[in-house]
């Protein structure tokens, strides 16, 4: 079975669904295809402090923790600052061409709703793909290669070496090739189509899920006891 969910990484019902993906996948229920979308692109690039609305926010966190699985996290606080995740969408989209996509994902998660971390700037996302493409070597490695490292030195061309640094997104945050452009656009024309503005979205053949429902239908394919039948609060318009 093929999926398809779209969620944006300052959603926290998004961030439940990106669990009950890696469920699936773990159970070889479904290949699951995450797109990432932004909800709210008009969010500041200097971050959005979570006490303008504290309600809004508790409600929906209250809500998650009644519909989370004993054996999923569901975040317990907002973090005091939401991202603008325009840096992490494009990062997301170039991903995919490198094979780290779902390693991205979860971690873009855990910085936003386990680390509560603003995460806004694209020089602090691409310090996220550097950790995965480019994993920290042994002490005395800058020894062997001083001026580049020896890991990179003998596996990559010069052309190469800005993604292998975490160099996937520009200063300014959009992707560097078209092929992530690409990938954006359709995510969001495909998410818009469907999805009318909520995340997470569950496309599925015979129509596309939103927020609860998406949730409680991603527990049903993992076998899970799915908790709770109310839409969410407007946690990911």
């Not at 600052?81 to 390693?103: H, K, M, R």
């Not at 855990?110 to 995965?132: D, F, K, T, Y």
Request: glycine share 10%; hydrophobic share 40%; charged share 20%.
């Amino acid at each position: 079975m093929h999926l398809i969910v779209y969620g944006d990484f300052n959603c926290p019902y998004s961030y439940l669904a990106s669990q009950r993906v890696d469920e699936l996948a773990r159970l070889g229920r479904a290949e699951v295809e995450w797109r990432a979308v932004e909800h709210d692109p008009a969010l500041a690039l200097t971050g959005t402090p979570s006490s303008l609305d504290p309600e809004r926010w508790q409600a929906g966190l209250a809500e998650l923790a009644l519909l989370a699985d004993e054996d999923e996290q569901p975040p317990g606080v907002a973090p005091s600052v939401i991202s603008n995740t325009g840096a992490a969408v494009a990062a997301y989209a170039e991903a995919v061409t490198d094979g780290v996509q779902d390693d991205l994902r979860r971690s873009l998660f855990c910085e936003i709703w386990v680390n509560r971390r603003h995460l806004s700037s694209p020089h602090g996302v691409r310090q996220l793909v550097c950790a995965l493409v480019y994993p920290a070597g042994t002490p005395s490695e800058p020894l062997a290669a001083p001026d580049l490292p020896s890991r990179i030195h003998h596996r990559a061309t010069p052309g190469t070496l800005p993604r292998l640094s975490g160099c996937t997104i520009s200063p300014d945050g959009v992707p560097l090739t078209a092929d992530g452009y690409g990938r954006i656009r359709q995510w969001r024309d495909g998410w818009l189509s469907g999805a009318e503005g909520m995340v997470p979205a569950l496309s599925l053949p015979d129509g596309m899920l939103t927020g609860v429902p998406a949730l409680t239908r991603l527990a049903e394919l993992a076998g899970k006891t799915a908790a709770g039948a109310r839409q969410p609060a407007a946690v990911g318009r």
